[in-house]
């Protein structure tokens, strides 16, 4: 069973820098796709950016010149570089894997709090 775990959240002040890492376990092969979201209170989860096994990446315009993600395909980790954060950067950020052909998953992560303020 797949499982992700998340880690590298906190509190920085506006303009500051934060590197989220997620580490998937319980898989024995370079997992498809994976992506980071974030849920702000009140509003909807909402894709950050995500990353295929061939390194091809894609971001939300919102965090486009500011964040990076990147992975280590062999491990199946994968980091969220944040540089340039903003106040309203502040969420909960989850990790998600997904294999969308047999057998197909979608695994979610605990979520990291991200508090952007001075």
């Known amino acids: 069973q797949v499982q992700l775990v998340e880690s590298g959240g906190g509190l920085v002040q506006p303009g500051g820098s934060l590197r989220l890492s997620c580490a998937a376990s319980?898989?024995?092969?370079?997992?498809?796709?994976m992506g980071w979201f974030r849920q702000a209170p009140g509003k909807q989860r909402e894709l950050v950016a995500a990353?295929?096994?061939?390194?091809?990446?894609n971001y939300a315009d919102s965090v486009k010149g500011r964040f990076t993600i990147s992975r280590d395909s062999a491990k199946n980790t994968m980091y969220l570089q944040m540089n340039s954060l903003k106040p309203e950067d502040t969420a909960v950020y989850y990790c998600?894997?997904?294999?969308?052909?047999?057998?197909?998953?979608?695994?979610w992560g605990q979520g990291t709090q991200v508090t952007v303020s001075s």
């Open positions: 319980g898989v024995g092969f370079s997992i498809p796709v």
């Open positions: 990353i295929t096994n061939s390194g091809t990446t």
């Open positions: 998600n894997a997904e294999k969308n052909y047999p057998p197909r998953f979608n695994v």
